[in-house]
């Protein structure tokens, strides 16, 4: 246990010399510390409708801006101004008197055609668009209300909205996923990094002559890098806590978290050992992890989706049961790895 002890105490002194692997822990501390203010810009990018207070000026033309303008009235922030045709209302978008164009008119079969014209490639771009998309939303409802005596058949039922909050979603969903299963990528990258360097500096046979066994070199190197894992996660979880975002279940988070540290790590050192050359060890770690989680993603009890469930505290039972079996395949995972390397060795 002292060899270990000493093997893992040298991995984590090492760290100082990671300037990558440090970056990525300040980018992440940097998120955590101050959750609550950059969470608005971030949800700006994950949902733009999400922004309250964004006003818009349309300039309206053709045969159908009445209904137009009663859409617009449904639309906070949106604001309609008609125009005698298309020629003016594009002047007025021209010299910036309005953010964007609808030229709507009345087919002869009835139906209501709508050409829109925004602005290209500004800064106000994405809100204006998702403006006009709302209004236009809300004038096809209109629009669908008004005829439905006039159909044959009912349409189809439109899908009730959701009156989540998007900072919510974007919160449990995103972000505490995010910052959850980084240090576990970041452990997996710390053990292929340090076992190749050993081959490639030679130190991996200074090593093996000490007195310790492949087995003890291994399990000090994994035990550093996954011992820092959940540190990091408890560290960014108490910072949103700060933040004014209450997280429920923290121990089953991390309980978590450290049995897929466990698989990672496991995975990264089964790639070391077969792939001596770090950035060939890299590549294949990466597509691994890839795979992986891919796969777990597309499963109904993902991790992301198990961390969101513990930490709005929404969990069942079923929950429960996938946090034990994460652990028992990570254990399997970590244990038959170990064994093998320790019987073959690494690959020369």
Avoid at 4 to 16: C, F, K, P
Avoid at 70 to 93: E, H, I, L, N, Q
């Amino acid at each position: 246990m002292d060899s270990r002890l000493t093997i893992a105490g040298r991995e984590l002194a090492g760290l100082r010399a990671e300037k990558t692997i440090l970056l990525a822990i300040g980018i992440q501390l940097f998120i955590a510390m101050f959750s609550s203010f950059l969470v608005v810009g971030l949800v700006s990018m994950y949902d733009p409708g999400a922004l309250d207070g964004a006003e818009i000026e349309v300039a309206a033309a053709g045969d159908a801006v009445d209904d137009l303008e009663r859409a617009a009235g449904d639309v906070p922030g949106a604001s309609v101004t008609p125009y005698d045709d298309a020629g003016a209302a594009r002047s007025a978008f021209e010299r910036n008197a309005a953010d964007a164009v609808v030229v709507a008119t009345r087919t002869e079969d009835g139906r209501v055609s709508a050409a829109v014209t925004a602005p290209d490639s500004t800064v106000e771009t994405t809100v204006i668009v998702v403006q006009l998309r709302e209004m236009l939303r809300t004038y096809e409802l209109n629009e669908r209300d008004s005829r439905a005596s006039y159909l044959e058949e009912s349409p189809l039922p439109l899908p009730d909205r959701s009156d989540t909050s998007p900072y919510f979603t974007f919160t449990y969903t995103v972000l505490i996923p995010l910052l959850v299963f980084l240090p576990v990528f970041i452990s997996g990258s710390l053990v292929v990094d340090s076992i190749t360097e050993e081959r490639d500096q030679g130190t991996m046979e200074l090593l093996r002559v000490a007195p310790v066994t492949i087995a003890e070199i291994v399990d000090g190197k994994a035990a550093a890098a996954i011992g820092i894992a959940p540190a990091q996660a408890l560290l960014w979880l108490l910072l949103l806590e700060a933040n004014g975002t209450s997280v429920a279940n923290v121990g089953p988070i991390l309980a978590l978290m450290t049995a897929l540290t466990t698989l990672v790590v496991a995975v990264a050192v089964g790639v070391a050992a077969v792939a001596p050359d770090r950035r060939a060890a890299q590549l294949l770690y990466s597509v691994a992890v890839l795979v992986l989680f891919g796969g777990a993603t597309a499963m109904a009890g993902g991790p992301a989706n198990a961390v969101a469930r513990l930490a709005i505290d929404s969990a069942d039972a079923t929950t429960g049961v996938l946090v034990v079996t994460y652990a028992a395949i990570a254990a399997a995972a970590y244990l038959g790895v170990r064994r093998v390397v320790a019987v073959e060795g690494f690959a020369r």
